[in-house]
């Protein structure tokens, strides 16, 4: 952008009020100000200084009064205090913490943060809505809309797309508080940019979105690597000599003989008790005992789970009926074959394999992908989040646990939407682990509402305080309304004899 612009630019700015003045010690990414008026969290501001043109963020706002001090004893002196109070005095400060965003310059695309602290005695203004929608709201290829900025309601807020399916994207908050509605907004934006998404849906939550292609949670037992069969039939991985059974009647089973899995690996198993023994009986007990359970995920003859992706369209994998182990064998499989399916493309040019990119939801995920445990998920995960990038497919995590989740896969996350998050151990793991995170704003997690997130990392050219945008015909997972239901059933004739 030319120079007169930005010109511009600032003396739009400094027409529009002043807010305060820097005060104290500050810092090139952080400085304190002493404000007219209260500050909002999540407002942005604006100063000049040594030639920066620059953009900050309120990250903590305190109000305060020396004369209503905590050392009064007696509310009536409060009272007293207040009454005598001439107009346009002061009684309070309004303090704040500001977090440096970085300079304007350019167009918005890219902000740096100036190598020189503001001085104290800065002015402090509001920053100008032209300011803002040049940095939030770019019209450039591979942009989408997902809301509005949170004190600023007019100003749309922008994130990039291209971004989530190569640094993936973590989506963290309470219950309740808007996860599931930002994934059913980003499945829509990248259906409409004729993208594909596949949504890991553990709550029957996204089917009423519109152009949603629902896909059973079958796999195709011939299609399963050894280690997934193991992992499913509860075999160890240090049990090799098992493995060794499985792994010779699996590889015996043909085309053919295939429908009848259980009944033709069962019979391959026997045969070979004689030679493996116990190992043999083992993998013959897990068949049997499992058998029945693994039945409602395997099915023979479902083919290539990559054959059933409808092209852009919103994917979703219906896991909403099957137990814990069941989910985590399905999502593990479908990750390792969408990873693969995307490298044989990218490999061969686009002749073979998934032809474009796309993103993977994992909703739960402090369950399928945890600190503390091995699951099939967590382990195929690891690889997309580390390799995905490479092969465009983008993984999403979605969880209202944070400080359950794997720290390895967190710390891969390039962006992040936090929604409001109160538990303290969550706001430390989430600074501790995730590298787009800014250590005031966690302190200010708990002051959003419902729908309010802040946006961080390559998505965003700057951390973003957004009111993200309602999806209405997505159905809520509401709460069930037991009183509702309750009414419905047996004591209406009692209610009417009370009444
Ligand atoms: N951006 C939003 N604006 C307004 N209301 C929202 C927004 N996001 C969610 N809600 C409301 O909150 C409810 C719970 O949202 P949901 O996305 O299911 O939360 P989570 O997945 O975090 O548990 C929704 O049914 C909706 O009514
Ligand atoms: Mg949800």
């Not at 501001?45 to 706002?61: C, I």
């Not at 390792?336 to 993977?360: H, M």
């Not at 490479?390 to 646990?401: D, P």
Request: glycine residues 8%; charged residues 25%; contains cysteine.
């Amino acid at each position: 952008m030319a120079l007169q612009k930005l010109v511009e630019l600032g003396d739009a700015a400094k027409e529009s009020e002043v807010v305060g003045y820097i005060v104290g010690e500050s810092k090139p990414y952080r400085a304190e100000i002493l404000a007219f008026r209260p500050l909002a969290m999540g407002e942005y501001l604006y100063m000049e200084y040594h030639g920066y043109r620059v953009l900050a963020f309120v990250a903590n706002s305190i109000t305060g009064s020396t004369v209503i001090s905590r050392d009064l004893i007696d509310p009536r002196d409060v009272e007293r205090l207040v009454k005598s109070v001439r107009v346009g005095e002061r009684l309070f400060y309004h303090r704040g913490v500001i977090k440096i965003l970085g300079s304007v310059e350019n167009d918005g695309h890219k902000l740096h943060i100036p190598a020189i602290p503001p001085p104290p005695g800065t002015e402090v203004y509001k920053a100008p809505k032209t300011v803002l929608e040049m940095v939030f709201s770019p019209r450039r290829h591979g942009y989408v809309r997902i809301g509005t900025l949170l004190r600023e309601p007019d100003i749309e807020v922008r994130v990039n797309i291209n971004k989530v399916v190569s640094r993936h994207l973590g989506v963290l908050a309470m219950t309740g508080m808007g996860k599931s509605n930002l994934v059913a907004l980003i499945a829509k934006r990248v259906e409409e940019l004729g993208g594909t998404i596949v949504i890991f849906d553990y709550h029957g939550e996204y089917t009423s979105l519109r152009n949603t292609t629902l896909i059973k949670p079958v796999l195709d037992p011939l299609r399963l690597t050894l280690d997934e069969l193991a992992r499913l039939l509860n075999i160890p991985r240090n049990a090799t000599r098992q493995r060794m059974v499985l792994k010779e009647c699996l590889d015996s089973i043909d085309e053919e003989t295939a429908k009848e899995f259980f009944n033709v690996m069962k019979r391959c198993v026997q045969g070979r008790v004689a030679r493996y023994g116990t190992s043999a009986q083992k993998v013959l007990d897990s068949l049997t005992v499992y058998e029945n359970f693994l039945k409602r995920i395997l099915k023979e003859d479902s083919g290539d789970v990559i054959d059933r992706i409808v092209m852009g369209a919103i994917n979703v994998v219906d896991l909403s009926e099957l137990h814990l182990n069941h989910a985590d064998a399905v999502i593990a499989h479908w990750l390792s074959r969408l990873l693969e399916a995307r490298k044989v493309s990218v490999w061969s040019n686009g002749s073979r394999g998934f032809p474009t990119p796309l993103i993977a939801v994992i909703e739960e995920a402090h369950v399928f992908i945890p600190a503390d445990e091995d699951t099939a998920t967590k382990y195929s995960a690891s690889l997309v989040a580390r390799e995905g990038r490479k092969f465009g497919l983008g993984l999403v995590i979605v969880s209202q646990r944070p400080r359950g989740l794997d720290p390895t896969i967190l710390s891969q996350l390039g962006n992040l939407a936090i929604l409001r998050i109160v538990h303290p151990e969550d706001q430390a793991y989430i600074s501790k682990y995730c590298e787009p995170v800014m250590q005031d704003v966690m302190e200010e997690l708990p002051g959003l509402n419902i729908g309010e997130a802040i946006l961080l990392g390559e998505w965003v050219p700057i951390p973003a305080a957004t009111r993200i945008d309602l999806v209405s015909e997505k159905v809520s997972g509401m709460d069930i309304d037991a009183v509702g239901i309750w009414s419905r059933y047996g004591k209406k004739e009692l209610d009417l004899q009370v009444s």
